[in-house]
């Protein structure tokens, strides 16, 4: 149960205890003659107390579990007994040992016997010296078993969507060689230089799926959250780490989970993992986070001399625990040690690291322009999905994470909806947003492709561009076909592509001009009934191909002969032709073939991402485009291999 159910429960349960009691205060006294009591016979007057009556033991039970998608924080209080005093609800729950160096005691109660102390172990300075984590397990305060089990999740079926919700079947990868998958996972880094590429694997690591035969599925999970991190989806792997009870977890799957908190700014998220994790103080990461959950938990005072102390002994570097501090304080309660004024330097910090970034938007903060120059693209993939920061920025964000596959097209109309309807919003977002209402409402077509043009032209580098036919896709639907526009068709399919609309670009068929552009895109992003293109049109392609080295004939062919839209001998004569390079074998081009043969979606999806690295198309092979496209084509996953053979040429 998720504490927003848990407050709106208390809230209800108080409102229904105010209702009765002024229901019950609404009731007449009818003929009453005189003050009477009104507790049961035998109550009016209670026995006395004997003279030495002893006080119950405390008892030490959990608190009921969080929701089940929630990783659980287990606390500890005391259960008050019968005849115990309402006064000592407000205790801690912590056991006070007795003066002296005799066996442990509870609060003026004999020997606790909650857990076997181990071998020499008598006093409580003793007990101490184990450390939280071993004394929590030792006094039942941290039980192991502390979901039910009915509650309790296998390490099977994790992920976020199942088959029938769009993801990949669940035990595609249950029976494959544990080291290829690893491979594929952890060999991959992130950056892909294809937008389709990307949304592909997203959805593969976010499938509900069963760890391949020997490897064990909180590994398996942590592979698959580590790569969603790289690849800047740090909410689908938060919610991947999160489909793991916190019993189950393992430092590789506990670090992937640090790592996909602070990539969403949810830093209070981590409160959980942090008190369950025995091996946090080995990470500096790990003690300015518990120090900061402190703040939250009730004790600012204790968070801050946490958090000074680590700062006077270097844990991170001063900035770092300068953010921490601004970020504790935001749970201050006046009088409590918890108000700090904490002011934030940059001028001495030279690089930017994920812990920072994720601190300090989560503050509140805006990165100095000048520091974020020429750093890590995933930065903006983070920008453009977090809601503190303006929308100014998350716009100039969306540039990168558009194209990137981060955000769809809608979330973009989306983003730049809520600038054009602000008017504090100034600068270059708010006149993207008026050229790109233009681009919906122009008076006329012509002026409707003159506000897009007018996006595409103002990005600065291709990634930018990219972006922009992302957001343009929608307006480039309503277009009319052909007329005054068929010129311009070849940036009007592409940006309808960008976003799938592959119905919508079809309608073009029979407008575009035989080997031009917008041609190629739709021979490759036909649904149907392109069959045998002919090698004469082929080169009349290359002929207009302006692209280095007519990367985007040879990435034209690579294409249609993975979809097996052209003849073996066109392919070959044409492929020579532009020195394509299609035939030769790696290790890689035999794995995801072999992974085809047997008919392996998850597993050509994995090997594809892999072989897509890199931070721009001229990273790509037309060798490459040719298995993964054929490849995906094989296993079913068609209309993916069509948008990122299109993409191919679009974008070489």
Same mark, same amino acid.
């Given at each position: 149960?998720?504490?927003?159910?848990?407050?709106?429960?208390?809230?209800?349960?108080?409102?229904?205890?105010?209702?009765?009691?002024?229901?019950?205060?609404?009731?007449?006294?009818?003929?009453?003659?005189?003050?009477?009591?009104?507790?049961?016979?035998?109550?009016?007057?209670?026995?006395?107390?004997?003279?030495?009556?002893?006080?119950?033991?405390?008892?030490?039970?959990?608190?009921?579990?969080?929701?089940?998608?929630?990783?659980?924080?287990?606390? =500890?209080?005391?259960?008050?007994?019968?005849?115990?005093?309402?006064?000592?609800?407000?205790?801690?729950?912590?056991?006070?040992?007795?003066?002296?160096? %005799?066996?442990?005691?509870?609060?003026?109660?004999?020997?606790?016997?909650?857990?076997?102390?181990?071998?020499?172990?008598?006093?409580?300075?003793?007990?101490?010296?184990?450390?939280?984590?071993?004394?929590?397990?030792?006094?039942?305060?941290?039980?192991?078993?502390?979901?039910?089990?009915?509650?309790?999740?296998?390490?099977?079926?994790?992920?976020?969507?199942?088959?029938?919700?769009?993801?990949?079947?669940?035990?595609?990868?249950?029976?494959?060689?544990?080291?290829?998958?690893?491979?594929?996972?952890?060999?991959?880094? %992130?950056?892909?230089?294809?937008?389709? %590429?990307?949304?592909?694997?997203?959805?593969?690591?976010?499938?509900?799926?069963?760890?391949?035969?020997?490897?064990?599925? =909180?590994?398996?999970?942590?592979?698959?959250?580590?790569?969603?991190?790289?690849?800047?989806?740090?909410?689908?792997?938060?919610?991947?780490?999160?489909?793991?009870?916190?019993?189950?977890?393992?430092?590789?799957?506990?670090?992937?989970?640090?790592?996909?908190?602070? =990539?969403?700014?949810?830093?209070?998220?981590?409160?959980?993992?942090?008190?369950?994790?025995?091996?946090?103080?080995?990470?500096?990461?790990?003690?300015?986070?518990?120090?900061?959950?402190?703040?939250?938990?009730?004790?600012?005072?204790?968070?801050?001399?946490?958090?000074?102390?680590?700062?006077?002994?270097?844990?991170?570097?001063?900035?770092?625990?300068?953010?921490?501090?601004?970020?504790?304080?935001?749970?201050?309660?006046?009088?409590?040690?918890?108000?700090?004024?904490?002011?934030?330097?940059?001028?001495?910090?030279?690089?930017?690291?994920?812990?920072?970034?994720?601190?300090?938007?989560?503050?509140?903060?805006?990165?100095?322009?000048?520091?974020?120059?020429?750093?890590?693209?995933?930065?903006?993939?983070?920008? =453009?999905?977090?809601?503190?920061?303006?929308?100014?920025?998350?716009?100039? !964000?969306?540039?990168?994470?558009?194209?990137?596959?981060?955000?769809? !097209?809608?979330?973009?109309?989306?983003?730049?909806?809520?600038?054009?309807?602000?008017?504090?919003?100034?600068?270059?977002?708010?006149?993207?947003?008026?050229?790109?209402?233009?681009?919906?409402? $122009?008076?006329?077509?012509?002026?409707?492709?003159?506000?897009?043009?007018?996006?595409?032209?103002?990005?600065?580098?291709?990634?930018?561009?990219?972006?922009?036919?992302?957001?343009?896709?929608?307006?480039?639907?309503?277009? +009319?076909?052909?007329?005054?526009?068929?010129?311009?068709?070849?940036?009007?399919?592409?940006?309808?592509?960008?976003?799938?609309?592959?119905?919508?670009?079809?309608?073009?068929?029979?407008?575009?001009?035989?080997?031009?552009?917008?041609?190629?895109?739709?021979?490759?992003?036909? +649904?149907?009934?392109?069959?045998?293109?002919?090698?004469?049109?082929?080169?009349?392609?290359?002929?207009?191909?302006?692209?280095?080295?007519?990367?985007?004939?040879?990435?034209?062919?690579?294409?249609?002969? $993975?979809?097996?839209?052209?003849?073996?001998?066109?392919?070959?004569?044409?492929?020579?032709?532009?020195?394509?390079?299609?035939?030769?074998?790696?290790?890689?081009?035999?794995?995801?073939?072999?992974?085809?043969?047997?008919?392996?979606?998850?597993?050509?999806?994995?090997?594809?991402?892999?072989?897509?690295?890199?931070?721009?198309?001229?990273?790509?092979?037309?060798?490459?485009?040719?298995?993964?496209?054929?490849?995906?084509?094989?296993?079913?996953?068609?209309?993916?291999?069509?948008?990122?053979?299109?993409?191919?040429?679009?974008?070489?």
């Amino acid at each position: 149960m998720s504490a927003r159910l848990i407050r709106r429960l208390a809230l209800t349960s108080g409102a229904l205890a105010g209702l009765v009691a002024g229901a019950l205060g609404l009731v007449p006294a009818f003929a009453q003659q005189g003050p009477e009591s009104l507790l049961p016979a035998g109550f009016d007057r209670p026995a006395a107390k004997p003279a030495h009556a002893p006080r119950p033991a405390p008892r030490v039970e959990a608190a009921p579990v969080a929701a089940e998608n929630q990783v659980p924080m287990i606390t =500890a209080r005391p259960v008050i007994g019968p005849s115990e005093p309402a006064e000592a609800a407000s205790g801690t729950g912590r056991f006070a040992p007795l003066p002296g160096s %005799g066996p442990l005691m509870g609060p003026g109660v004999g020997p606790m016997h909650l857990a076997p102390l181990p071998m020499g172990i008598t006093t409580f300075a003793q007990l101490m010296a184990l450390g939280p984590a071993k004394v929590d397990q030792l006094l039942g305060l941290r039980p192991k078993d502390d979901i039910p089990a009915a509650a309790r999740r296998a390490l099977d079926h994790v992920g976020l969507i199942d088959a029938g919700e769009g993801g990949l079947p669940a035990l595609s990868l249950a029976h494959q060689d544990a080291a290829l998958v690893r491979a594929a996972l952890a060999g991959n880094g %992130g950056r892909m230089v294809s937008r389709w %590429g990307h949304i592909l694997l997203r959805r593969a690591l976010a499938s509900r799926l069963d760890a391949p035969e020997g490897m064990d599925g =909180a590994e398996f999970a942590a592979l698959r959250a580590g790569l969603l991190v790289r690849m800047g989806e740090g909410d689908a792997a938060r919610a991947l780490v999160q489909d793991v009870d916190p019993d189950n977890y393992t430092p590789d799957l506990t670090a992937a989970a640090l790592d996909a908190y602070t =990539a969403t700014e949810d830093f209070t998220g981590l409160c959980p993992l942090a008190q369950l994790n025995p091996d946090a103080s080995k990470d500096p990461r790990w003690q300015v986070a518990k120090a900061m959950c402190q703040a939250f938990s009730g004790a600012p005072a204790a968070a801050f001399s946490q958090l000074d102390h680590m700062t006077y002994n270097g844990a991170m570097p001063h900035i770092d625990m300068l953010l921490a501090q601004k970020y504790a304080g935001a749970a201050g309660v006046a009088g409590k040690g918890g108000r700090r004024a904490v002011t934030i330097e940059w001028d001495s910090v030279s690089d930017m690291t994920p812990w920072r970034y994720g601190l300090t938007l989560a503050v509140g903060l805006t990165p100095p322009a000048a520091l974020m120059q020429g750093s890590d693209p995933l930065y903006d993939d983070q920008a =453009a999905l977090a809601p503190m920061l303006g929308l100014g920025p998350r716009a100039d !964000a969306s540039d990168r994470a558009g194209g990137a596959g981060v955000l769809s !097209a809608a979330a973009m109309v989306d983003l730049y909806s809520q600038i054009y309807s602000d008017d504090d919003v100034t600068g270059g977002a708010a006149d993207r947003a008026l050229l790109l209402r233009d681009a919906y409402t $122009g008076e006329t077509p012509d002026a409707r492709l003159k506000a897009m043009q007018a996006l595409w032209d103002g990005a600065a580098e291709p990634m930018q561009h990219y972006s922009r036919e992302v957001l343009t896709a929608y307006a480039a639907a309503r277009l +009319p076909v052909g007329g005054s526009l068929n010129g311009a068709s070849g940036d009007i399919i592409g940006s309808m592509l960008a976003a799938g609309l592959d119905a919508n670009a079809m309608r073009w068929t029979g407008t575009v001009d035989q080997g031009g552009q917008g041609w190629a895109l739709l021979q490759l992003a036909a +649904p149907y009934g392109v069959h045998d293109v002919s090698e004469g049109t082929l080169k009349t392609f290359q002929s207009n191909d302006q692209s280095a080295k007519a990367r985007k004939s040879a990435f034209l062919i690579a294409g249609l002969a $993975g979809l097996g839209r052209v003849s073996d001998g066109t392919r070959r004569d044409f492929a020579e032709r532009v020195d394509a390079g299609l035939d030769g074998q790696t290790h890689w081009t035999q794995a995801i073939d072999q992974a085809a043969a047997v008919n392996n979606p998850e597993l050509v999806a994995l090997l594809a991402g892999l072989g897509m690295q890199g931070d721009s198309w001229a990273k790509m092979t037309p060798r490459y485009l040719y298995h993964i496209v054929g490849a995906l084509n094989r296993v079913g996953l068609t209309a993916e291999a069509r948008m990122i053979a299109a993409e191919a040429v679009a974008r070489a």
